[in-house]
């Protein structure tokens, strides 16, 4: 029993150093089922062998002379021996479970998923790119089934970790289905789709066998709305994130809440509170309405604090919070969360969301008016301004990567500046609304991605 503690010992220290700080590396263990269950079941036949070592070592090294104090002070000795074995053990065992629990109710497993075989030695398939569709569903108990009024496809650069983030407005209207799709034959030309973009999650979950492009996915409404975004905005989308957003309160409180710098004061709740301008530290609620209150503003101006809400998990989420609230996080996360991503991939994305929150460069392209008129969309301009947006940030990429002078920038980037950004002030207004402005959030200006340093302050 001493050389099999001293072995765990030892092995205890060598994976502290190795994974002490390295949130990726640790989640290529975590997010593989097989291993917690092999280190629940390891901690629990260690446990049980190690108690029955110390009962066993009690009953034949106690004085046969003993009186009746000895020996209930033996019996207690024994008995904290046991606890502070069984203790870290269940712990350990608890959080393996956890861990289980909650990476199969999120991920789909293997044979559930579609698209090619995963190849741990090249995740991506080769490709240069990965997108994912983020959805917030607002189900609340005031309303009928669920909208998604949050959408956001996000186009990763798998290379150097950046990221494109395309806001879709909830209230586009005269949606386009994909051809040969079961809702382009449901609702054909001229009438068409007569509710918005957001309405329709909720008409496939009513009648997915006859909607769904999918009837079997786990979320037929989710896939199915996957493959309407992406055909409207000209993104191959790979998967779909949904957050219910009743429970996205639950993964900010877990996190500790998070730091924002609000530029206006943004009224919020049923009971007339504001969140006060300045540098606010938010919990759950706060956060939630932060990113959902169109009280004095717009639906635009939300859809930009939504892209500054992921912005600011991403930074402050760091390992040590993660790991201090694991089980609260995980918690919260299986109540919220559920994604096609197979769990197969769930530790290729986790290292790949490190590399981004590390070294990537997140921008976001609004298509809000005056780009897009969300009433009368025109479906080609909306494709050419995501295009346009991505071969932006690949053509920013390869200048930096052969390290560009300034005698190489042309005036008009010079003008613009790398986050396009230039010329805003000359762009038209929503009507009704301030003119837009580099930090107001949800603005969009120009027809270039805007940087979200600039767009959400520190």
């Known amino acids: 029993m001493l050389i099999t503690f001293l072995v765990l010992l030892a092995t205890g220290l060598v994976a502290w150093v190795m994974f002490n700080g390295d949130i990726a590396r640790s989640a290529r263990i975590v997010s593989q089922g097989r291993w917690l269950l092999t280190i629940g079941a390891a901690a629990f036949?260690?446990?049980?062998?190690?108690?029955?070592?110390?009962?066993?070592?009690?009953?034949?090294?106690?004085?046969?002379?003993?009186?009746?104090?000895?020996?209930?002070?033996?019996?207690?000795?024994?008995?904290?021996l046991c606890l502070t074995i069984a203790a870290p053990a269940a712990a350990v065992m608890r959080t393996a479970y956890t861990a289980y629990d909650t990476l199969s109710s999120v991920f789909v497993s293997d044979g559930d998923s579609e698209g090619e075989p995963h190849d741990a030695s090249n995740p991506w398939n080769g490709r240069e790119r990965v997108n994912v569709l983020l959805l917030g569903g607002d189900s609340g108990s005031n309303r009928y089934g669920m909208r998604t009024d949050s959408m956001m496809a996000a186009s990763i650069d798998i290379e150097h970790g950046d990221v494109v983030l395309v806001?879709?407005?909830r209230n586009l209207e005269d949606v386009q289905f994909p051809e040969g799709s079961r809702l382009a034959e449901a609702y054909p030309p001229p009438e068409g789709y007569d509710r918005l973009l957001n309405d329709v999650y909720q008409t496939v979950a009513e009648e997915p066998d006859k909607y769904a492009e999918n009837p079997d996915a786990a979320d037929p409404a989710a896939d199915t709305l996957k493959s309407v975004i992406g055909h409207i905005t000209g993104i191959e989308l790979d998967y779909y994130a949904l957050v219910d957003m009743e429970?996205?309160?639950?993964?900010?409180?877990?996190?500790?809440?998070?730091?924002?710098?609000?530029?206006?004061?943004?009224?919020?709740?049923?009971?007339?509170?504001?969140?006060?301008?300045?540098?606010?530290?938010?919990?759950?609620?706060?956060?939630?309405?932060?990113?959902?209150?169109?009280?004095?503003?717009?639906?635009?101006a939300r859809m930009g604090r939504q892209g500054c809400l992921l912005k600011y998990v991403a930074e402050q989420a760091d390992p040590t919070t993660v790991l201090s609230s694991f089980q609260d996080l995980a918690g919260a996360t299986k109540k919220t969360l559920r994604t096609d991503i197979p769990q197969s991939k769930a530790s290729a994305f986790i290292?790949?969301?490190?590399?981004?929150?590390?070294?990537?460069?997140?921008?976001?392209?609004?298509?809000?008016?005056?780009q897009v008129q969300t009433a009368y969309p025109d479906w080609k301009e909306i494709k050419r301004l995501v295009a346009e947006a991505l071969q932006e940030q690949e053509d920013q990429q390869s200048r930096t990567d052969e390290d560009v002078t300034p005698e190489d920038v042309t005036p008009e980037e010079a003008e613009g500046g790398?986050?396009?950004?230039?010329?805003?002030?000359?762009?038209?207004?929503?009507?009704?609304?301030?003119?837009?402005?580099?930090?107001?959030?949800?603005?969009?200006?120009g027809d270039e991605a805007d940087s979200l340093d600039e767009l959400c302050p520190s």
């Open 45 to 80: 036949v260690i446990a049980v062998l190690w108690m029955t070592v110390v009962v066993h070592s009690w009953f034949i090294t106690a004085p046969e002379q003993a009186g009746r104090p000895a020996r209930l002070l033996g019996g207690a000795l024994v008995v904290l």
């Open 167 to 169: 806001g879709i407005p």
């Open 247 to 300: 429970g996205f309160e639950g993964l900010i409180d877990a996190i500790g809440g998070i730091d924002v710098r609000i530029e206006e004061p943004i009224p919020y709740g049923q009971q007339g509170d504001v969140l006060e301008a300045g540098k606010q530290h938010l919990d759950g609620n706060e956060a939630l309405w932060y990113g959902r209150s169109r009280v004095q503003s717009s639906d635009y």
């Open 351 to 370: 290292e790949l969301a490190d590399y981004v929150a590390n070294e990537g460069d997140m921008k976001t392209l609004q298509l809000s008016p005056p």
């Open 418 to 445: 790398s986050d396009g950004s230039g010329g805003a002030e000359e762009e038209q207004a929503e009507p009704g609304s301030a003119d837009p402005s580099p930090t107001t959030p949800g603005r969009q200006v």
